[in-house]
């Protein structure tokens, strides 16, 4: 017996032609904090990127290779080191990898190779980093875009001012 003797097939269901209830109004950015037009760009805004906490947890995994200057405090440049890989993992649109790391470092000149100049100009505007933003930005937005995006290799043959954006 396949199909009970008290259960009718041939019932049609009733048609429903709508909703009753309406349909929801669109959003609009209409509160005071919205961005409108999208994020902004500019000296001292920043780069927003995914992921940007990431940096420190790799920032933890690349301390038995970074080098700090005599004079300078681990934690101002740590606050340079991955501010400036969120920077260059924001330019790609991703979150920062251990590459973006090694190449802020090379930039820096904390793998090791940073002549002693670029060690002192990273410990004068380092200073007070961890605690001061804008002392972060004022450091890192000289780097030029087509530094950053450049790989390691052809950034170690460059001189550290051309690196870091200074006029010599």
Known sequence: MAIQPFRSTGVARPKRFGSEVPATKAWVAERPGELIYGQPHGAMLGSPGPDQGYALTLLRAAKTWIQYGPHEQPHDGDALLSALAIRRAALFGR??????????AAILGMDGNGAPAQIDWRTRVGRGAH??????????????NEVL????????NRSWEDNIGLEV
């Open 95 to 104: 979150a920062p990898t251990m590459v973006d790391l090694k190449i802020a």
């Open 131 to 144: 605690h001061h933003l804008d002392e972060v930005h004022h450091a890192i937005d000289g780097v030029p």
């Open 149 to 156: 995006k450049s790989p390691l290799a052809k950034i170690s």
